[in-house]
């Protein structure tokens, strides 16, 4: 009794690690938890839970923190003046319609959740639409790592290790670079976009007397 007493508290102590560390670094604490999972250090519905509950929660944290930011921005007068109802009320329109993809293509994207969010919380996204977005994208998310875990080696021996690492790599770095493609991609969208300068408003060179 008193050594499973001891394995309940480690186990329970390494999930609320995982649960904290999501606050941090989503990636990194899901991908840790995986590998402890697949490693026979903590069990997989613990770790699975821990990593998801602290996704799931930090989330909605971030919400209510924008939510937060637009009440007392409603109520101050600086804020007010530097805000614009038009500006607003279209912003409110855009993530109306196109706010629920743009949750769904975050969870792809590092770096686009912190703003997304927040902004979710302060342009009055439906709470409900968003917990239940975000539910559905960090259940998918830490499943899909656990799984791609379980098959991949518990005591890695040469080359083995480097397919280890090389998959952890991916799951840590590939996010962040494909996010980096698509922002280029999408900036050279906007530049292909903007019409071009007609010939007679571009500068010209003074003639030669």
């Not at 186990?11 to 990194?28: H, K, M, N, R, S």
């Not at 026979?40 to 996704?55: E, N």
């Amino acid at each position: 009794m008193f050594v499973d007493s001891q394995i309940l508290e480690a186990q329970l102590a390494l999930a609320a690690a995982i649960f904290f560390g999501t606050f941090v670094y989503e990636d990194g604490a899901t991908v840790l938890a995986a590998t402890l999972t697949a490693g026979g250090r903590l069990d997989p519905g613990l770790g699975l839970v821990a990593a998801f509950l602290g996704i799931w929660v930090g989330d909605i944290g971030l919400y209510a923190l924008g939510s937060t930011f637009s009440r007392f921005a409603a109520r101050s007068r600086r804020f007010a003046r530097l805000l614009e109802p038009e500006a607003l009320a279209k912003a409110e329109t855009w993530f109306e319609k196109r706010g629920s993809m743009a949750l769904v293509m975050s969870r792809a994207i590092p770096g686009s959740r912190l703003p997304l969010y927040l902004a979710s919380g302060a342009l009055r996204l439906p709470l409900r639409r968003f917990v239940r977005i975000t539910g559905i994208c960090s259940a998918v998310w830490v499943s899909a790592i656990f799984a791609v875990w379980q098959f991949l080696p518990t005591n890695p021996v040469g080359s083995q290790r480097h397919l280890l690492w090389t998959v952890a790599a991916l799951f840590l770095v590939g996010p962040w670079f494909l996010g980096k493609v698509l922002q280029r991609l999408a900036a050279k969208r906007r530049i292909s976009r903007q019409p071009e300068e007609p010939a007679c408003l571009r500068p010209c060179a003074p003639l030669a007397s």
